[in-house]
């Protein structure tokens, strides 16, 4: 398998200082400093800025900010646009205080300062390279804060990946193929069952089946004893996802509810045991509805791994993700996203996270920033997800087996938390459901 050239360009240890402000700005001093992290054709990023106020290097190695640009990013980044800068660069615009409103009065942010960093042809070589990393100057002189100065390490860093897409639904077992470029090159099959478990499959010693699927009120009572296997080329089963945890409509309403998720087991073949399967991981997922529109309502995912390789061991929490429930989008892997997500949520909500941001940084299996995405449609569309793997954590055609697995429970996950008053789609005489 050939990877496809990514680079991450992460922005991090952050810190500001004011070497010159005078006591009367001390108050000033005392608001919150935030910045946007700007890059053309990205969304913007926001993030806390801590105060530094010794002169002192700042010693935080935090990252605060990633980008992953592919070549054809780089690619516009580099081309002159009508009406834009000729050049494209990275933006660091800071503030002090809050947008919002008190006692019905707005308040405003002030600018503090902006960096800039041009995108230059080292972006586009595919080397380690340190493009910036020190303090520097911000403030302009005479200004109440006047004299600010800005501490930031800006990196980049190829992240080469591979991209997979399902040529079909995941429910009409479609071949799986990469992608590199334009050229296609077929790696793995799915088969999808519905309620069709055999008793001599290996997968029964997870689960049992659930009979044949031909009364259509258990359908309305509950979606359970769905399976995916993944074949490679030889159609050998190389992973496998199933469901574990049926999907029931909680009290009081006709949905999957949080209290009660559904979820799958991720697995793979035991390598000491034939026809044996061995936990990888554990997916739940549920819907909720916000506002009391459909448009509103999101489908929310929690995958944990196990690190023991045991479904009653350790689990390590790595992705909590909430997607459109009708527009679908992006569930990832990503310890950096996560971590950042995490402290976000607890600072707008003044409460400590529920989870901590120590559950992303332990996980030895998937450590180190960006380790999967899958696209995925929402529900009643046509779904053909599109998984990317960071290379570095793929050693052998089984390893990205497992993550093809994950990607077909997320995409399945959206139809199964479905309204049950709502019938699910048939797409085609194909469909083994």
């Known amino acids: 398998m050939d990877p496809q050239a990514f680079i991450r360009l992460s922005i991090g240890s952050l810190g500001i200082r004011f070497p010159e402000a005078s006591k009367s700005s001390t108050p000033a001093l005392s608001s919150p400093c935030a910045c946007e992290i700007r890059l053309r054709g990205f969304p913007v990023q926001t993030t806390q800025i801590p105060f530094i106020s010794s002169p ?35 933006e660091v615009v800071v503030f002090t205080g809050r947008r919002g409103t008190h006692c019905g009065v707005g308040t ?33 002189n005479g200004q109440e804060l006047g004299g600010a100065e800005l501490h930031l390490k800006v990196k980049l860093d190829p992240d080469p990946r591979y991209v997979f897409q399902f040529e079909d639904e995941t429910k009409l077992s479609p071949q799986i193929v990469q992608l590199q470029g334009n050229v296609k090159q ?47 080329l030889s159609g050998s089963a190389v992973a496998a996802a199933f469901i574990t945890t049926p999907f029931v409509p909680s009290t009081g309403c006709d949905w999957v509810a949080r209290s009660n998720p559904g979820a799958w087991l991720i697995v793979r073949p035991d390598p000491y045991q034939h026809d044996s399967w061995q936990p990888w991981g554990k997916l739940e997922a549920w819907r909720e509805r916000r506002g009391g529109g459909i448009i509103r309502d999101s489908v929310n995912f929690r995958f944990h791994v196990f690190s023991d390789g045991q479904e009653g061991g350790k689990n390590l929490l790595i992705s909590e993700i909430s997607l459109g429930a009708e527009k679908g989008g992006e569930f990832f892997i990503d310890t950096d996203r996560q971590i950042r997500a995490t402290a976000e949520a607890a600072a707008a909500a003044a409460v400590p996270s529920p989870q901590s941001s120590g559950d992303f940084t332990e996980l030895s299996p998937v450590a ?14 046509s779904s053909k997800p599109t998984v990317q793997l960071a290379m570095r ?29 709502r019938k699910i789609r048939v797409s085609s005489s194909r469909n083994s459901w």
């Open 56 to 90: 002192i290097n700042n010693n935080s190695h935090a990252v605060a900010s990633t980008f992953y640009l592919e070549e054809s990013d780089l690619k516009v980044l580099s081309s002159p646009r009508c009406f834009y800068n000729a050049r494209a660069f990275l």
């Open 108 to 140: 405003k942010r002030r600018q503090i300062g902006v960096f800039k960093l041009n995108v230059g042809p080292e972006w586009g070589e595919g080397k380690p390279v340190i493009l910036f990393n020190g303090w520097v100057g911000i403030g302009k």
């Open 186 to 232: 077929p790696i793995f099959s799915c088969k999808f069952i519905r309620d069709r478990v055999s008793q001599v499959d290996p997968l029964s010693t997870f689960a049992s089946s659930s009979g044949d699927g031909s009364h259509q009120d258990t359908e309305r009572r509950e979606r359970k004893g769905w399976n995916v296997k993944i074949h490679d």
């Open 368 to 381: 180190g920033g960006f380790v999967m995405s899958c696209r995925v449609c929402g529900e009643g569309k």
């Open 393 to 421: 954590h793929v050693t052998c055609v089984e390893d990205a087996a497992i993550f093809m697995a994950l990607a077909a429970a997320v995409d399945l996950s959206i139809e199964a938390c479905r309204p049950f008053r």
